[in-house]
């Protein structure tokens, strides 16, 4: 069982960045892909970015893309989503994901784990 906790959200103006965590429980962290979902208010979840399992490779949402990077370290089984350039558009709760294996990583039923999800609000 892997469990995920998501740290780092909270309120900033637009154009400011935060920095959001997610630590794994899962002693074999570098097995599974991750990845961050979100879901604005009234709006449904939506994928923002996925990493794989070396970090060698990302793909992110149009919507973020240039603004958002995903990283990760496997030694200390967290991965990261730097948010810079930040919107009103991206105020949302943020939730962490893990797959062993993905076709599709915009998918939300690809993933097999999610996280409680950390509030982020961008002020105008």
């Known amino acids: 069982q892997v469990q995920l906790v998501e740290s780092g959200g909270g309120s900033v103006q637009a154009g400011g960045s935060l920095r959001l965590s997610c630590a794994a429980s899962e002693r074999i962290f570098s097995d599974y892909n991750m990845g961050w979902f979100r879901r604005a208010p009234g709006k449904e979840r939506e994928f923002v970015a996925v990493i794989g399992r070396n970090g060698g490779a990302t793909y992110y949402a149009d919507s973020v893309k240039d603004r958002f990077t995903i990283s990760r370290d496997n030694a200390k089984n967290t991965v990261y989503l730097q948010m810079n350039s930040l919107k009103p558009e991206d105020t949302a709760v943020y939730f962490c994901?893990?797959?062993?294996?993905?076709?599709?990583?915009?998918?939300?039923?690809?993933?097999?784990?999610w996280g409680q999800g950390t509030h982020v609000t961008v002020s105008s």
């Open positions: 994901v893990a797959a062993l294996t993905i076709a599709t990583p915009t998918a939300e039923d690809e993933y097999d784990y």
